[in-house]
């Protein structure tokens, strides 16, 4: 089992800044891919920010350029910096932890989101 804990998440206004954190706690085995997804009001899921245990990254294609994803594999943390955020950031953001072992189904492990409300 694995356990995520997101933290930093909060109201800021528009253009501004927020550094989100998760933290991962138990097995780690076969945990190589973290991420960031979110999900806004009456919309589905999406994908923000992926990472892998070596350090390599995918974006949404509409947040390059203002989130950037991070890792510290020694402490188990995962981060999302937030830059030039809009009100369309608006969402719940939920961390994510893949677990892949050769021979077995991929399993998610979700954390219980933080909230993230950009508004003036």
């Known amino acids: 089992q694995v356990q995520l804990v997101e933290s930093g998440g909060g109201l800021v206004q528009p253009g501004g800044s927020l550094r989100l954190s998760c933290a991962a706690s138990?097995?780690?085995?076969?945990?190589?891919?973290m991420g960031w997804y979110r999900q806004a009001p009456g919309k589905e899921r999406e994908l923000v920010a992926r990472i892998t245990r070596g350090g390599s990254t995918n974006y949404a294609d509409s947040l390059k350029g203002r989130f950037t994803i991070s890792r510290d594999n020694a402490k188990n943390m995962v981060y999302l910096q937030m830059n030039s955020l809009k009100p369309e950031d608006t969402a719940v953001y939920y961390c994510?932890?893949?677990?892949?072992?050769?021979?077995?189904?991929?399993?998610?492990?979700w954390g219980q989101g933080t909230q993230v409300t950009v508004s003036s």
């Open positions: 138990g097995s780690m085995f076969g945990i190589s891919l």
């Open positions: 994510n932890a893949r677990r892949s072992v050769v021979g077995l189904q991929d399993y998610d492990y």
